[in-house]
């Protein structure tokens, strides 16, 4: 009898309060002090929601820097990659002004002596003091370098050959602008050295003079990477070259 | 003072998100789990729980959705529901194998509420919302279980 009671009760609470509800759902939506209800318990609950907004508004400004850190490394990744290929396109310029410069003034030598004890090492030309020779300038053959002067006298010159073991002279891969120092072997070989192992450097690469040279000017073409000769242990690796200039055949020369 | 904190926390949580995730009706939860695990005799705690409901529904709907009405009729009916179902069992059998009724009457708290609004306003995003509260919901109900088993192996 009690339990029926009680449950007679709890079903009028509950339908008093469904109809309540219901109620209140009707004339809510048309009472002007609704909205002003509305506002107040959104005023009083500003106070205990406010660390709730204020970590909200952290992580939003969080992730937001987050998304523009990510935006900006993008950014520099691409100005990096646009700065590269500008300073290449640069040198390519450079390489070409010299290139008609040099097509401006370029004279021919007859190479009168190549003697074969010395045969990789240097050449006689038939050019001096009096042609305006001096010491240090580059000397090309088939528009390729192929050495320097390194001594004058008043009608000829001798210029040592790239394939000279003591011939160094800076260079530079043109696709990667990995800088090396370009010697000889000796033996008609010719190599790039001083390369950092792992460079991305492939066979066919051009390897032109560096601006680092003292006096042989940047972007004189010398060849093209052949191969790997040998990875040193200390991290460089050194590649054979092609050079562009055929180093066992040539008649005379231009400087 | 429990279903006050509960309700606050259920309102930080939704603030925190900003309304973007579906955060369980811990309130709710908190309420029928009283219920379930009520030890006291009282005969006033069925009528206690259906207040409370009523008066968190309406806050919630002040609060949430500007019209009072909407989450209010769903958790007084949560509540009735819940009583008449657990009323129908015996005192001394609700100690074991309920958990099942338990599950389905946690899960009746997380599903009516947020229903009735979705049914009345509709729309897709509506249904989106409602079906990404009931995965969030499911944890907490499952964590409720959890301490439901415990509490009814204690009593055993």
């Given at each position: 009898?009690?339990?029926?009671?009680n449950?007679?009760?709890e079903?009028?609470?509950?339908?008093?309060?469904?109809?309540?509800?219901?109620?209140?759902?009707?004339?809510?939506?048309?009472?002007?002090?609704?909205?002003?209800?509305?506002?107040?318990?959104?005023?009083?609950?500003?106070?205990?929601?406010?660390?709730?907004?204020?970590?909200?508004?952290?992580?939003?400004?969080?992730?937001?820097?987050?998304?523009?850190?990510?935006?900006?490394?993008?950014?520099?990744?691409?100005?990096?990659?646009?700065?590269?290929?500008?300073?290449?396109?640069?040198?390519?310029?450079?390489?070409?002004?010299?290139?008609?410069?040099?097509?401006?003034?370029?004279?021919?030598?007859?190479?009168?002596?190549?003697?074969?004890?010395?045969?990789?090492?240097?050449?006689?030309?038939?050019?001096?003091?009096?042609?305006?020779?001096?010491?240090?300038?580059?000397?090309?053959?088939?528009?390729?370098?192929?050495?320097?002067?390194?001594?004058?006298?008043?009608?000829?010159?001798?210029?040592?050959?790239?394939?000279?073991?003591?011939?160094?002279?800076?260079?530079?891969?043109?696709?990667?602008?990995?800088?090396?120092?370009?010697?000889?072997?000796?033996?008609?070989?010719?190599?790039?050295?001083?390369?950092?192992?792992?460079?991305?450097?492939?066979?066919?690469?051009?390897?032109?003079?560096?601006?680092?040279?003292?006096?042989?000017?940047?972007?004189?073409?010398?060849?093209?990477?052949?191969?790997?000769?040998?990875?040193?242990?200390?991290?460089?690796?050194?590649?054979?070259?092609?050079?562009?200039?055929?180093?066992?055949?040539?008649?005379?020369?231009?400087? | 003072m429990i279903l006050i904190i509960l309700w606050l926390i259920q309102d930080l949580l939704t603030?925190?998100?900003?309304?973007?995730m579906q955060i369980p009706g811990l309130f709710m939860l908190g309420l029928v789990y009283r219920l379930l695990t009520d030890e006291s005799n009282d005969e006033n705690v069925n009528l206690w729980g259906i207040w409370s409901a009523?008066?968190g529904?309406?806050?919630?709907?002040?609060?949430?959705?500007?019209?009072?009405?909407?989450?209010?009729?769903g958790y007084?009916v949560v509540v009735l529901a819940v009583i008449q179902v657990w009323g129908i069992i015996p005192p001394q059998s609700r100690n074991s194998g309920t958990g099942l009724i338990v599950f389905i009457l946690m899960e009746i708290s997380q599903l009516i509420p947020p229903?009735?609004?979705?049914?009345?306003?509709?729309?897709?995003?509506?249904?989106?919302?409602?079906?990404t509260q009931q995965i969030y919901s499911l944890p907490a109900i499952l964590f409720c279980i959890y301490f439901y088993n415990r509490k009814a192996k204690n009593r055993m």
């Open positions: 009898m009690e339990n029926t009671r449950t007679a009760r079903w009028v609470h509950g339908l008093t309060a469904l109809i309540l509800g219901l109620f209140l759902l009707g004339i809510s939506s048309g009472l002007g002090v609704m909205k002003s209800i509305v506002d107040l318990w959104g005023s009083i609950l500003f106070i205990p929601e406010y660390p709730a907004v204020f970590l909200r508004e952290m992580f939003i400004g969080w992730r937001s820097w987050s998304r523009d850190k990510n935006t900006l490394n993008d950014e520099l990744e691409r100005l990096r990659n646009e700065n590269a290929k500008l300073r290449l396109d640069l040198a390519k310029l450079n390489s070409e002004k010299i290139y008609e410069s040099h097509d401006n003034e370029i004279r021919t030598a007859r190479v009168t002596l190549r003697a074969p004890m010395s045969w990789w090492s240097e050449i006689r030309i038939d050019r001096g003091k009096q042609d305006k020779i001096t010491q240090g300038l580059p000397v090309f053959s088939n528009g390729y370098l192929i050495g320097r002067v390194s001594s004058v006298s008043l009608m000829s010159s001798w210029a040592e050959l790239i394939t000279s073991p003591s011939f160094m002279i800076p260079a530079v891969i043109e696709e990667t602008r990995e800088l090396g120092v370009v010697v000889g072997d000796g033996n008609g070989s010719v190599l790039l050295r001083y390369i950092p192992a792992g460079r991305g450097v492939r066979s066919g690469m051009k390897v032109s003079t560096a601006m680092i040279g003292e006096q042989v000017p940047p972007g004189l073409p010398i060849g093209q990477i052949s191969g790997e000769f040998s990875a040193g242990v200390d991290g460089y690796t050194t590649y054979r070259i092609e050079p562009g200039a055929d180093m066992s055949r040539f008649y005379t020369v231009s400087y | 603030v925190f998100t900003g309304g973007g009523f008066a529904g309406i806050l919630w709907d002040l609060r949430w959705i500007g019209i009072p009405g909407f989450f209010t009729l007084v229903l009735l609004p979705v049914l009345i306003l509709g729309g897709a995003a509506g249904w989106q919302y409602f079906l």
